[in-house]
């Protein structure tokens, strides 16, 4: 079992930055591709970007590409979102997950993943 804990959300002003964390607990996930997926108001969960488990490869939806990075540290358990030029869209709920066998050729889609942290809200506003 696996438990990821997010935090770093809240409310930001259009063109700010703030950085997400995810804490995993239970067992390590140094091995697991981890990604951040988010669900804005009234809308479906969306993938918004993930990083195999060397760090190596990342993938990020075209939505925030050049404004958000994706990293982790093996050794502290946790994966990173940092996020530059927030626009309102950016406003939703984001969701840490990792996906312990499905294969970084599924790493944007949320089948893939098997365990979900509760989510952290992120507010952009105008």
């Known amino acids: 079992q696996v438990q990821l804990l997010e935090s770093g959300g809240g409310l930001v002003q259009a063109g700010g930055s703030l950085r997400l964390s995810c804490a995993a607990s239970?067992?390590?996930?140094?091995?697991?591709?981890m990604a951040w997926f988010r669900q804005g108001p009234g809308k479906d969960r969306e993938f918004v970007s993930a990083?195999?488990?060397?760090?190596?490869?990342?993938l990020y939806a075209d939505s925030v590409k050049g404004r958000f990075t994706i990293s982790r540290d093996n050794a502290k358990n946790m994966v990173y979102l940092q996020m530059n030029s927030l626009i309102r869209e950016d406003t939703a709920v984001y969701y840490c997950?990792?996906?312990?066998?499905?294969?970084?050729?599924?790493?944007?889609?949320?089948?893939?993943?098997?365990?979900w942290g509760q989510g952290t809200q992120v507010t952009v506003s105008s």
């Open positions: 990083i195999i488990w060397s760090g190596g490869h990342t």
């Open positions: 997950a990792v996906d312990q066998n499905s294969g970084w050729s599924r790493a944007s889609g949320p089948e893939a993943y098997d365990y």
């Open positions: 239970g067992r390590s996930v140094s091995s697991y591709t």
